[in-house]
């Protein structure tokens, strides 16, 4: 098992946030999806509340390609500064693998609809 990559964000506070990831093997082939599931959360930093389980969407599981949203009202939620948040894949096995980690910078969105 390798480390998780680190990837880091900036999200407006009060908007939508996605980005789309396309996960490698060992051998940077396009790992197969089919019949895993991808996990995510967002929890303050001394993991003592969780803000957000993370809405993963399989865009096309044989190429390995997700699509990671979190939505405007689950960032209003946000209001300190700073989040932790990591990636999860089980394996139909049951094997658990973390290979995305990373800090959410919060950003203040200043236009109110």
């Known amino acids: 098992m390798a480390n998780p990559g680190i990837y880091n964000l900036v999200v407006q506070r009060r908007a939508d946030h996605s980005f789309d990831v396309n996960l490698k093997d060992s051998n940077n082939a396009n790992e197969n999806l089919t019949g895993k ?3 995510s ?3 303050n930093e001394n993991r003592t509340t969780k803000l957000a389980d993370v809405t993963i969407t399989v865009t096309d599981a ?3 390609d ?3 949203k979190v939505t405007d009202t689950q960032t209003t939620n946000m ?3 700073i989040y932790k948040y990591d990636i999860l894949k089980v394996e139909a096995n049951g094997d658990r693998e973390y290979f995305i980690e990373g800090t959410i910078y919060m950003s203040e ?3 109110a609809q």
């Open 66 to 68: 997700f699509t990671w």
């Open 109 to 111: 969105g200043y236009t």
């Open 79 to 81: 209001t300190d500064n």
């Open 37 to 39: 599931t991808i996990l």
């Open 41 to 43: 959360q967002i929890w």
């Open 62 to 64: 044989t190429g390995g």
